[in-house]
């Protein structure tokens, strides 16, 4: 099941919008590595980048958090961080079992919907904290 980047996955904020495009560009693309038999190192390649490309996109996320003093804060790091849980568990089994087809469909597709819903969720929340704040900032305009 290919996940699709679509407006309501957008929160506005260029940076975090583009490290979403990728992400779910990056579980796409394992799904098909997957399912079109491509050689292990390939399937580990995608999920080394997935998973060192999640932490970073979490790194910039919270630093995002902390500039506009988000109230919501240390929650959203807490999703931030059981999700690295459940992914370094994930990762072990990948290493013991190797890259079996259900096991990279576990993968895959606990990162993607866990992606997705976090978006919807936490990540649109924020977001719109932050432009209100912005705006703020800005004050009003005449």
Do not use: C
């Amino acid at each position: 099941m290919a996940y699709v980047w679509d407006k309501d996955l957008e929160t506005g904020h260029e940076l975090i919008d583009n490290q979403h495009k990728q992400l779910v560009r990056a579980v796409n693309d394992l799904q098909v590595a997957n399912a079109s038999g491509k050689a292990a190192e390939e399937i580990e390649r995608t999920i080394d980048f997935l998973l060192g490309y999640t932490v970073k996109h979490f790194h910039d996320e919270e630093a995002l958090q902390i500039e506009y003093g988000y109230p919501d804060y240390y929650e959203h790091v807490s999703y931030h961080r059981e999700f690295k849980g459940q992914v370094a568990q994930l990762a072990g089994r990948l290493q013991e079992e190797g890259p079996t087809r259900e096991l990279v469909d576990e993968i895959s597709q606990h990162i993607g919907d866990w992606l997705l819903h976090h978006i919807k969720s936490d990540d649109l929340k924020m977001a719109t904290y932050v432009q209100q704040e912005d705006a703020r900032r800005r004050g009003p305009t005449i």
